[in-house]
């Protein structure tokens, strides 16, 4: 069975300091891992995804994740927060029928 | 390409009563998922279509039931609504290409009274 844990439910952070929400996964198999991102009474954006190619994956808006299968881990960094990075956080594992299975969720807050 | 579209965005209803969510998919997407977010329960797998078929189903009773049209728009119907459905319904889609990324919708939101 697929399933991931998203270790902290809120982050918080300064401004310009980096970024660290932390997800280990179970899987059976070579997971497709995926981080979304989602802002107050928005829907959910892709932030990145993991697929079996390279293990440190860069997404849109500075954010990257290292797959890490000795840790069965997939936690998501950015180098310098910012302001609108402040959201909700979903780490997302697919199992190979195509059911996708989310995290409870990082809420990120951004201290200016 | 436009993106996942959902209507409507806000719904209120009454117990009891029956609703209809719609989802288009982003052109050329045939697989069509619809998740329940609640503060409580976070996000909750209803169930997935692809090409016209239920291919998953996560554990919701009855009253929650979908279909696909040969367009792949989706659409989900909860009947006997009760307080505890009213909650954030997102529709995602996704090809049937590598990589399985989803892509969402803006929500309907639904208030059950």
């Known amino acids: 069975a697929q399933s991931v844990t998203q270790l902290d439910s809120h982050v918080s952070v300064s401004e310009g300091t980096p970024v660290l929400l932390r997800c280990n996964y179970s899987?059976?198999?070579?997971?497709?891992l995926f981080w979304y991102v989602q802002h107050p009474n928005k829907g959910l954006q892709l932030l990145l995804k993991?697929?079996?190619?390279?293990?440190l994956v860069k997404g849109i808006n500075g954010f990257e994740a290292e797959f890490k299968k000795s840790e069965t881990s997939f936690h998501l960094t950015k180098p310098s927060a910012h302001m609108s990075d402040a959201a909700e956080y979903f780490c997302?594992?697919?199992?190979?029928?195509?059911?996708?299975?989310f995290g409870t969720g990082t809420s990120l807050t951004v201290i200016p | 390409k436009a993106g996942v579209t959902q209507t409507p965005r806000y719904l209120i209803k009454t117990r009891g009563q029956q609703v209809t969510l719609s989802c288009s998919p982003i052109?050329?997407?045939?697989?069509v998922s619809w998740y329940q977010q609640t503060p409580g329960q976070g996000l909750q797998f209803l169930f997935e279509?692809?090409?016209?078929?239920?291919?998953n189903k996560g554990n919701f009773p009855g009253r929650f039931s979908g279909r696909q049209f040969s367009n792949s728009r989706s659409e989900m119907n909860v009947s006997t609504l009760e307080l505890g459905d009213s909650a954030l319904y997102l529709c995602?889609?996704?090809?049937?290409?590598?990589?399985?990324?989803?892509?969402f919708g803006p929500g309907t939101r639904l208030t059950v009274t």
């Open positions: 995602a889609s996704s090809s049937s290409g590598t990589g399985y990324e989803q892509y």
């Open positions: 899987s059976s198999y070579s997971p497709s």
């Open positions: 993991y697929t079996s190619a390279a293990t």
């Open positions: 997302v594992v697919r199992s190979t029928g195509n059911q996708f299975y």
């Open positions: 052109s050329g997407h045939r697989s």
């Open positions: 279509y692809f090409s016209e078929t239920q291919r």
